[in-house]
């Protein structure tokens, strides 16, 4: 187990951690959640009063944890869980989100937009069940959209009589499957949500396992390096021009520092202009910066007069991203109407809107087996596949996998507004030359 | 050595801030609703951290119930004054009279009528976005808000159709006529916007620290004595020493029995605290879907 470690002094110590919950129906997500909250305290009086209002109608008698979490009308009525939901709670060391996805209904939409902001996945797994396919998609979804941490949770081991070949079989059956996908730190905990074992007490039950309960590992997982601090990249929101006399001549762009760092004196190229100058300054309300760093909102101030607005990227000239009009992309469709080859749609990218054209749908995948499907010729909802687009105008990005603040878009169809799809970009596939034979 | 560390209250504003300039880049007439009350003030607070050295981007609105807390006028004058932001008011008062707003029989909180005279206002300044102090802690139909909500023409929310929100990129495209709540505190918790308070030395209304007050208990908690308050028969007065943990319409803002005198006895009294702060709002009580159901017809 992991030594405890010293309580922050005060509150400038304490970290956020976002993260997603995943399972399938009858994993014990709710309760998972529930537990999560209730032992530390962060389920008031008055929702467990309400609760129980809710539990006398519904005349089950148990409280039902879920009832925390499925604040809507239908999602009572019904007893299903319809959006994401957002749950708050803190010990002294963190504060956590926890973007909660429902495991059935539009399923892999939610857990994308849950994923996209999470540091960690929890994925749960009954200890009867293993791996099934659901766990599988989840798995996917959390290497598809490069969530750093995935747990596992084996969940009802109270059902299993605490049974290490249990846990164990889960935990290989999962190792053997993540070889295919993209997760780079993966733990294993055995639990019973439902009785508490090592959620918030590591549990005397099963002493074969050495690790930490889950809110313990929550709490101590290291997450600064999650953050990319190698590659600059400034998306500028909007630019800062104050009408004052005294700040005559203040033009100030403002963002939020997407990747890396930025000092004063710096050297910067506007992307996609390519246009050079260096940091003057950076401003903050709180005083002047000497060096600012990812995910900080600040005003940065060029020593030229260069043409900057909205939607441009200030980079480093040594250490630039992609600028193209073609790029492909992993898209996950969002909406009833399918995504259609040869149409136009609007896309938004950090501070960046504009209009694309998709060009091709390489492959779909079957997010099930992983397998390829090449013969797809749309996207329906809630289906991800491999797409080509062309945008009106040449788009400064990054591969997701570097960054997800530069390497991500979300697609709107322009007759309706709605966003329909999200997409990570992919790293460009490189121009093998081909070789002649001698 | 620079350490490259963000604490949580860092992050937080950071997410705010850039929340508040994608609003005042991608719409028109954005408006930022302003109460006076503890959220709001930190709104303002990220607002001139957003905004600075510039003005604010949108004017500040209130929709006055009529029904406050004298105190709380007086400090959201004088604050909007501080800032030189331009304050817009509309009343409840006026809606009524004009019959924009309709009160139902036996209604004494007016925070249902706000709702009304807000999208009234919406349509006279034609104002396409309303920033708002809501967090998703604070009431479980919020937790599933997005930051950027979608209002239709009749401002009313459609909880089973929401656009999908992904990473930190928000869709605020809308059609003339329809228009966006943003909330840049959705994340917040009621803890982290008193520790902002705290770190940042937010002047706030002093009716959030202990003064005595006549209060009546009613269905658990004490409601202030007030003209808008008929007594019944059986209540008994009493003078206390309390706050008010959060702030509406005096009429059915409870009161919780407190010495907490500085900000730093409110964070440990929340701390310590047992039951959230819209336990202590008798419009929420009523029904278990009561601010779904206020939220549909396009409350904050």
Not at chain 1, 415 to 429: D, H, K
Not at chain 2, 178 to 207: G, K
Request: aromatic share 8%; charged share 30%; with cysteine.
């Amino acid at each position: 187990m992991t030594p405890t470690q010293p309580l922050p002094l005060d509150d400038k110590e304490i970290e956020l951690l976002r993260f997603t919950t995943a399972g399938s129906v009858d994993d014990g997500k709710s309760t998972l959640i529930g537990r999560l909250l209730f032992d530390s305290k962060s389920i008031f009086e008055d929702q467990m009063e309400a609760l129980q209002r809710s539990s006398d109608l519904t005349g089950k008698g148990d409280i039902n944890l879920a009832n925390l979490t499925d604040g809507l009308r239908a999602e009572r009525e019904q007893g299903i869980t319809i959006d994401v939901a957002y749950r708050y709670f803190a010990t002294p060391r963190r504060e956590f989100i926890i973007a909660d996805t429902p495991g059935h209904i539009q399923y892999t939409r939610n857990m994308v937009t849950g994923a996209s902001t999470a540091n960690l996945a929890v994925i749960l797994v009954d200890a009867r069940q293993g791996v099934i396919e659901q766990t599988r998609r989840h798995a996917y979804i959390a290497s598809l959209l490069r969530i750093p941490h995935v747990v596992v949770c084996v969940n009802k081991m109270d059902l299993v009589d605490y049974d290490e070949a249990a846990f164990q079989r889960v935990y290989n059956d999962f190792n053997m499957f993540s070889t295919h996908l993209q997760v780079r730190d993966l733990t294993c905990i055995p639990i019973s949500a439902l009785k508490g074992d090592n959620v918030v007490e590591k549990s005397d039950k099963m002493p074969w396992y050495q690790g930490p309960a889950l809110l313990h590992y929550l709490e101590t997982l290291h997450i600064a390096n999650d953050r990319n601090l190698h590659d600059p990249r400034f998306p500028v929101q909007w630019v800062n021009r104050p009408q004052d006399d005294a700040f005559h001549d203040f033009r100030g762009l403002s963002g939020q520092i997407a990747g890396g760092r930025f000092k004063v004196g710096d050297e910067v190229a506007v992307l996609p202009s390519g246009k050079r100058s260096r940091i003057k300054s950076i401003y903050t309300y709180d005083g002047e910066l000497k060096e600012a760093f990812t995910p900080m909102s600040v005003t940065i101030l060029l020593e030229d007069d260069i043409d900057v607005s909205r939607g441009d990227m200030l980079v480093r000239p040594d250490n630039v991203p992609y600028v193209d009009q073609q790029l492909d992309v992993m898209m996950c469709w969002m909406h009833e109407e399918p995504m259609r080859v040869g149409r136009k749609y609007a896309f938004k990218s950090a501070a960046r809107s504009g209009r694309c054209m998709i060009k091709d749908l390489r492959f779909q995948v079957d997010i099930d087996t992983f397998q390829r499907k090449p013969d797809a010729t749309t996207l329906e909802l809630n289906e991800i596949g491999r797409v080509t687009l062309m945008t009106t105008a040449p788009l400064a990005y990054d591969a997701y996998s570097r960054n997800r603040s530069t390497g991500s878009m979300i697609i709107i169809d322009e007759a309706t507004n709605l966003t329909v799809g999200a997409a990570m970009v992919c790293e460009p596939i490189k121009e093998v030359p081909v070789l002649e034979e001698a | 050595m620079i350490s490259y560390y963000l604490s949580n209250l860092d992050t937080l504003e950071s997410e705010s801030i850039h929340i508040m300039r994608e609003v005042a880049a991608e719409f028109e007439r954005p408006v930022l609703l302003f109460s006076g009350g503890k959220d709001s003030i930190c709104m303002l607070r990220l607002a001139e951290k957003a905004f600075r050295p510039s003005g604010f981007p949108f004017p500040l609105m209130h929709i006055d119930t009529g029904h406050n807390f004298p105190e709380l006028i007086d400090f959201r004058d004088r604050r909007a004054a501080e800032l030189k932001a331009k304050l817009i008011v509309r009343t409840v008062e006026d809606a009524l009279a004009k019959g924009i707003a309709v009160q139902t029989p036996g209604e004494t909180s007016r925070n249902r009528l706000q709702t009304p005279t807000l999208l009234a206002a919406m349509e006279e300044f034609k104002f396409d976005c309303a920033i708002g102090g809501a967090r998703r802690d604070e009431e479980k139909s919020r937790a599933k808000e997005r930051i950027l909500s979608f209002r239709d023409a009749f401002g009313q929310w459609d909880p089973k159709n929401q656009r999908p929100e992904l990473w930190s990129i928000y869709n605020a495209r809308i059609n003339p006529g329809e228009h966006m709540r943003a909330f840049p505190l959705s994340n917040w918790t009621e803890m982290d916007v008193w520790r902002y308070i705290d770190r940042e030395n937010l002047e706030i209304p002093s009716i959030y620290f202990r003064h005595p007050r006549e209060v009546v208990r009613r269905d658990g908690q004490w409601l202030p004595v007030s003209d808008l308050l008929p007594l019944r028969p059986n209540d008994e007065v009493r003078n206390l020493n309390v706050r008010v943990r959060t702030i509406g319409d005096i009429s059915c803002t409870g009161c919780i029995e407190s010495e907490a005198t500085t900000v730093t006895d409110i964070i440990t009294e929340i701390a310590a605290a047992r039951v959230t702060e819209r336990g202590s709002r008798a419009d929420d009580r009523r029904s278990e879907a009561a601010m779904e159901d206020r939220k549909r017809e396009g409350y904050f």
